[in-house]
């Protein structure tokens, strides 16, 4: 699995994370979709994503 497709499906699992927790526990949880979404958008306009450099750290060696 590629450092990218490791973002999209951590981005993907905090998403539906928030609405689980919307749905169960506050409306407030609606804020970390919100927040993964920003993150989103930002990192594709500047392509600086702190994900990216979390996952390459800890996952992904220099040699992949």
Request: proline share 2%; net charge positive; aromatic share 14%.
């Amino acid at each position: 699995m590629t450092v990218e497709n490791s973002i999209r499906m951590m981005a993907g699992t905090m998403v539906l994370l928030s609405l689980v927790l919307y749905y169960f526990v506050s409306a407030w949880w609606l804020l970390l979709a919100a927040f993964v979404g920003l993150n989103l958008l930002q990192s594709s306009v500047t392509k600086f994503c702190p994900a990216e450099i979390i996952l390459k750290k800890l996952f992904f060696s220099k040699g992949n």
